[in-house]
Nanobody, 126 residues
Framework: QVQVAESGGGLVQTGGSLRLSCLDS????????MAWFRQAPGKGRDGISC????????EYVGSVKGRFTISRDNAKNTLHLQMNDLKPEDTAMYYC???????????????????WGQGTQVTVSS
């Protein structure tokens, strides 16, 4: 079972940085690939980055590649997203989850095990 809680969002200016965290209070965090998703107002929820169970392989969508870094600490059941060079178009609610399609598949639009957390809001001002 995956039960997640996101934190670390906030208001930053263009070019700023934020570090998001996701704590999984469920069981077997290290048995799941994990991903970050985001949902902007009026748009769907899309995956932006995925990391395998071991943390050895990471995937990014083009819009965040080179600016965002996903990582995980399996000993602490925690997932992170370091976001640098933030842009106004990064403004969204950010969620973490364990996609039912792992990082080698169609994870960007996959449902997640255990449902969604509350998310954390990221707002980038221009």
């Amino acid at each position: 079972q995956v039960q997640v809680a996101e934190s670390g969002g906030g208001l930053v200016q263009t070019g700023g940085s934020l570090r998001l965290s996701c704590l999984d209070s469920g069981l077997a965090f290290d048995k799941y690939d994990m991903a970050w998703f985001r949902q902007a107002p009026g748009k769907g929820r899309d995956g932006i980055s995925c990391i395998t169970k071991s943390g050895n392989v990471t995937e990014y969508v083009g819009s965040v590649k080179g600016r965002f870094t996903i990582s995980r600490d399996n000993a602490k059941n925690t997932l992170h997203l370091q976001m640098n060079d933030l842009k106004p178009e990064d403004t969204a609610m950010y969620y973490c989850g364990a996609p039912m399609s792992d990082c080698s598949g169609s994870w960007t639009r996959a449902p997640v095990f255990g449902g969604w957390g509350q998310g954390t809001q990221v707002t980038v001002s221009s």
